[in-house]
């Protein structure tokens, strides 16, 4: 058997290898039916060798790995695993802690509580929050509106925790039309359903209506939880937060903010106003694994009344740790009781950047989103369908009817996918079927954004036969 020092020695060549290849290889070589096929094979009934599984791991799984890390992946909102992150995601995996409890892994626990309290500083949210470290934001809004769920039906005089929703006074929800999926999702999963929601009117930019809220919220009595947005999907642009908080006070409602990437708008003085009024509400989420760039997977669930969230989060069993008063207990933050020790590349992220590095790799990522939407609109038959106010936007390509303009660009997706310079993608907006592009990436320069407009507008005279 190959010794561990030979074998992570061995792993950290061709990690480093695969890193040097994808910060100029921007191409998804093979799919996964094709991938399927490659990897497929029957149960090993002897073991191999450490090496040897490495080695072949690698070789199994080239040409099948998203260019994620690259510097040209545009086509959803993905982090690009820093290399703090990085090395100290390995790190905590040969530790092998355990972090649901401070007593199975002191370290871990008191790294997530600074990081914690770094987190708070850096989104100026009300500092006695409490936050969970999740796997992602779908996860965190899940654990968010379980808190609101407790915080709201206990108001009401009903104990969700432990009696569950059966009998229980409705709680009503208000979202956004243009709310993320993961909302829904997460909204299923607590026993809420995704469908039981009232949709709220949005605008062109796929913000929140107040005035559709204040007359929807206005009829209804009992427990209420209003879910805005910072960072729509397709357009990046936020709910108008001072007003939602005017009418959610008025009518006691619980609010909560899915800020999975626009949350981060909060850590740079340049754009923090658009987050104007976020502080005043209960419960927000963001992602570590997108523009923090924490490698996969990291989410935060951000609650005000830590109390709350630990109530809807705890569990307990007499062999587990005993906790003195004022301890922070990991586990109590989120639905799991083992996890890793996410609280770690945290950490090393927000050492790696500082408060001004975050700053500015935000900044940096929206400047680079304008610059490329404004490449693009300059473009005979090229249409950005959105203010671009972050670091997304949509675009669509030709004329005529709403089927036109999906083939046309669906097959521009298809010409870039083909040439490889960057990675893009596609999505549904407003009735027309665009290109979807998110700048959520570190390595991402000037160039890259020069060198990847120009390969969409070669496919796009391409596609016209130019
Ligand atoms: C606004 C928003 N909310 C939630 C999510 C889900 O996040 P995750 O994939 O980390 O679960 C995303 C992912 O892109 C998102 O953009």
């Known amino acids: 058997m190959t010794e561990l020092r030979d074998l992570l020695a061995l792993t950290l060549e061709h990690a480093a290898a695969y890193r040097e290849t994808v910060a100029t290889d921007t191409k998804l070589h093979r799919s996964y039916h094709e991938m ?9 009934e002897q073991g191999a060798d450490n090496a040897a599984i490495i080695d072949e791991l690698v070789a199994l799984a080239e040409g099948g790995l ?100 059966f009998g229980a006074p409705p709680v009503h929800l208000l979202l956004g039309a243009d709310a993320h999926s993961s909302v829904f999702a997460a909204l299923q999963l607590i026993g809420f359903g995704s469908k039981r929601v009232v949709s709220i009117a949005t605008d062109a930019q796929g ?18 939880i209003v879910i805005a947005q910072a960072g729509q999907i397709n357009t990046g642009d936020f709910d108008p ?18 800020g999975a990437f626009g949350l981060w708008a909060r850590a740079t003085p340049a754009l923090k106003h658009l987050t104007d009024g976020i502080d005043a509400f209960d419960s927000w989420v963001t992602d570590g694994h997108k523009w923090l760039q924490v490698p996969y997977d990291c989410g935060f669930a951000i609650v005000r009344d830590k109390a709350i969230l630990n109530r809807a989060m705890t569990q307990w069993s007499s062999y587990l740790p005993t906790t003195a008063q004022g301890d922070r207990v990991p586990a109590n933050y989120v639905p799991e009781l083992s996890r890793r020790a996410r609280g770690i590349p945290v950490w090393a992220l927000i050492k790696a950047y500082g408060r001004d590095g975050i700053a500015e790799l935000v900044d940096g990522n929206c400047r680079l989103a304008r610059r490329f939407a404004e490449r693009l609109a300059a473009e005979p038959g090229v249409s950005v369908l959105n203010d671009v106010v972050l670091n997304q936007f949509v675009v669509s390509f030709g004329s005529g009817d709403a089927a036109a303009r999906k083939a046309a660009t ?55 036969g130019h």
């Open 36 to 44: 399927r096929e490659r990897v497929a094979s029957p149960l090993p």
């Open 66 to 165: 998203m260019p994620t890390v690259g510097p040209r992946f545009f086509a959803w909102v993905m982090g690009a695993s820093h290399p703090a992150g990085v090395a100290a995601d390995w790190l905590v995996s040969a530790w092998g802690q355990n972090a649901g409890y401070h007593a199975t892994a002191p370290a871990a626990a008191a790294f997530e509580e600074v990081a914690e309290a770094w987190l708070l500083d850096l989104l100026d949210l009300p500092r006695q929050s409490g936050i969970g470290f999740s796997t992602g934001a779908t996860v965190a809004n899940g654990t968010c509106l379980a808190a609101a769920r407790t915080g709201t039906l206990l108001k009401a005089g009903w104990d969700p925790d432990a009696d569950g929703l």
């Open 207 to 224: 913000r929140m209506l107040p005035s559709a809220l204040e007359a929807a919220i206005k009829p209804l009595s009992g427990p209420k």
């Open 410 to 464: 669906e097959a521009v997706i298809a010409a870039v996918l083909a040439d490889g310079t960057c990675f893009v993608n596609g999505a549904n907006w407003r009735g027309d079927w665009a290109m979807r592009v998110s700048v959520s990436s570190a390595p991402t320069t000037e160039a890259d954004i020069d060198m990847s407009a120009d390969a969409i507008i070669a496919a796009w005279r391409k596609v016209q």
């Open 241 to 258: 937060f001072a007003e939602i908080a005017t009418i959610a006070k008025a009518h006691d409602a619980w609010v909560h903010v899915d």
